[in-house]
T-cell receptor, first 112, second 116 residues
Framework: GQQLNQSPQSMFIQEGEDVSMNCTSS?????WLWYKQDPGEGPVLLIA?????ELTSNGRLTAQFGITRKDSFLNISASIPSDVGIYFC????????????FGTGTRLKVLA | GAGVSQSPRYKVAKRGQDVALRCDPI?????LFWYQQALGQGPEFLTY????????KSGLPSDRFFAERPEGSVSTLKIQRTQQEDSAVYLC??????????????FGSGTRLTVV
């Protein structure tokens, strides 16, 4: 099935460092979501974006809806050990389209 | 309920066995989705219900997969004659609105199916 391309696939960072990841699509999307998944659990919604160029924060997390509407970015500032997990982007096209297409995931490991 | 509840959490099935996976969505949520997540991959869409109506089943891999939501709340995903390639985590998600809604999904913890 179709999946969005996320980069990087995985990363090891030191506690306190900032993290950046992105997600790209060949299609234009109207909505972007970012989720975090811990082992053995379902994805948990972090941030939702609804407009091109929109920048939205949730604590130490900031996400942006790319102006081309084909990409989105997630930044985590001052990472802490509990940021470990898999981050997924998800995009949805024209209104009335109900299903989200998910990315391949970025695996984050934080070294204390 | 407070969240999306799925049962069982883990299921081991012998190849050829039928299985049924249950999803109890957040009370009052109109939309219900089933996704399949293979190891190391992102979730992939299987099927969508708006209340009791199954509006899209385009993601179901074969006619061995069947889903229902007869009263517009609890949903069951049934897999007949399970095969090894069916091994995956099956995630259920619900959403407050219908097809024109911008709400994100709330996922359950999933059912990990292993076919041996």
């Amino acid at each position: 099935g179709q999946q969005l391309n996320q980069s990087p696939q995985s990363m090891f960072i030191q506690e306190g460092e900032d993290v950046s990841m992105n997600c790209t699509s060949s299609s234009i999307f109207n909505t972007w979501l970012w989720y975090k998944q811990d082992p053995g659990e379902g994805p948990v919604l972090l941030i939702a974006l609804y407009k091109a160029g929109e920048l939205t924060s949730n604590g130490r997390l900031t996400a942006q809806f790319g102006i081309t509407r084909k990409d989105s970015f997630l930044n985590i500032s001052a990472s802490i050990p509990s940021d470990v997990g898999i981050y997924f982007c998800a995009g949805r096209g024209t209104s009335g389209t109900y299903k989200y297409i998910f990315g391949t995931g970025t695996r984050l490991k934080v070294l204390a | 309920g407070a969240g999306v509840s799925q049962s069982p959490r883990y299921k081991v099935a012998k190849r050829g066995q039928d299985v049924a996976l249950r999803c109890d969505p957040i009370s009052g949520h109109v939309s219900l989705f089933w996704y399949q997540q293979a190891l190391g991959q992102g979730p992939e869409f299987l099927t969508y219900f708006q209340n009791e109506a199954q509006l899209d089943k385009s993601g179901l891999p074969s006619d061995r997969f069947f889903a229902e939501r007869p009263e517009g709340s609890v949903s069951t995903l049934k897999i007949q004659r399970t095969q090894q390639e069916d091994s995956a985590v099956y995630l259920c998600a619900s959403s407050q609105g219908g097809t024109d809604s911008n709400y994100g999904y709330t996922f359950g913890s999933g059912t990990r199916l292993t076919v041996v």
